[in-house]
Antibody
């Protein structure tokens, strides 16, 4: 059974960089059928897609966060990571990683559903 | 890329049916049959309930069903049970390899 687990600091100072890692177990991150995504949820608010990555390193980002986000993958460790720079209090959220089912039409990647999800990790931005 | 629009809350009595709407635009919901729905209990991670508008993953009760008309997708839960009380989120493909979520709907079972 595929499982995902987020890890990283729970407290980040304003203007610094948030760094999280998602470890995939029970399956390979190098599957051709999936991307791997990050989603966040501010306290009491809805879900926001941050971005996704393929095992080859191909990435797609939410346009609203693109200038501050970097997602990378380490296939040798079956992990992918998120870096969000210049954080503010507005970036305080529970951050989830999830497997993203995709369909490939030629060179176009079509996002489908997210499943399974990690348990999530709360990151608070505060001095 | 704007969030999909969902009602903030819906409610129903045990045994009844409820429907949650998810309204997008011709750039997301209206253009693709790639709407998924997630159930989230307090303090828990979201769980996939419906994908590709109306398909149910293995293990999800057939009391959950999905549909779409134009720019609006819907999730219907029939035979409401106390355990269905949760937050529900829709998600759609939005083109250019991006995804967009709805703002979420809190379902209360009276």
């Amino acid at each position: 059974q595929l499982q995902l687990q987020e890890s990283g600091p729970g407290l980040v100072k304003p203007s610094e960089t948030l760094s999280l890692t998602c470890t995939v177990s029970g399956g390979s991150i190098s599957s051709s059928s999936y991307y791997w995504g990050w989603i966040r949820q501010p306290p009491g608010k809805g879900l926001e897609w941050i971005g996704s990555i393929y095992y080859s390193g191909s990435t797609y980002y939410n346009p609203s966060l693109k200038s501050r986000v970097t997602i990378s993958v380490d296939t040798s460790k079956n992990q992918f990571s998120l870096k969000l720079s210049s954080v503010t209090a507005a970036d305080t959220a529970v951050y989830y990683c999830a497997r993203l089912m995709i369909t490939i039409f030629g060179v176009v990647i079509i996002n489908n559903w997210f499943d399974p999800w990690g348990q999530g990790t709360l990151v608070t931005v505060s001095s | 890329q704007s969030a999909l629009t969902q009602p903030a809350s819906v409610s129903g009595s045990p045994g009844q049916s409820i429907t949650i709407s998810c309204t997008g635009t011709s750039s997301d919901v209206g253009s693709y049959n790639l709407v998924s729905w997630y159930q989230q209990h307090p303090g828990k991670a979201p769980k996939l309930m419906i994908y590709e508008v109306s398909k149910r993953p293995s293990g999800v009760s057939n009391r959950f069903s999905g549909s779409k008309s134009g720019n609006t997708a819907s999730l219907t839960i029939s035979g409401l049970q106390a355990e269905d009380e949760a937050d529900y989120y829709c998600c759609s493909y939005a083109g250019s390899s991006t995804s967009v979520f709805g703002g979420g709907t809190k379902l209360t079972v009276l």
